[in-house]
Nanobody, 123 residues
Framework: QVQLVESGGGLVQAGGSLRLSCAAS????????MGWFRQAPGKEREFVAG????????YYGDSAKGRFTISREVAKNTVYLQMNSLKPEDTAVYYC????????????????WGQGTQVTVSS
């Protein structure tokens, strides 16, 4: 069992920045691939970024490339999503998720999910 708790969401003006955090706990979560997803009202859940605990290799969805950075701090069991140059279209609930072994952008393959944190970007 893996538990994930997100934090760091909020209201920010367009062009601003936010850093989301995902604290992980449980058994052997270091074997999991960690992803950030987002879901806006009426839209499907979208892959934002992913990172492996072991090697730190990162992947980004098209909407995140060049603006967002995913990282992990092994000693703190925490994954971060640094979001810069935010746009109103980035408004969504952001979720942290864990997939057992292997990188994937498919939400249906992730085994554990956090409760989500709301990010609202005003114009």
């Amino acid at each position: 069992q893996v538990q994930l708790v997100e934090s760091g969401g909020g209201l920010v003006q367009a062009g601003g920045s936010l850093r989301l955090s995902c604290a992980a706990s449980g058994r052997a979560f270091s074997s999991y691939y960690m992803g950030w997803f987002r879901q806006a009202p009426g839209k499907e859940r979208e892959f934002v970024a992913g990172v492996s605990w072991s090697g730190g290799r990162t992947y980004y969805g098209d909407s995140a490339k060049g603006r967002f950075t995913i990282s992990r701090e092994v000693a703190k069991n925490t994954v971060y999503l640094q979001m810069n140059s935010l746009k109103p279209e980035d408004t969504a609930v952001y979720y942290c998720a864990a997939h057992y072994e292997g990188a994937t952008q498919l939400a249906r393959l992730y085994d554990y999910w956090g409760q989500g944190t709301q990010v609202t970007v005003s114009s």
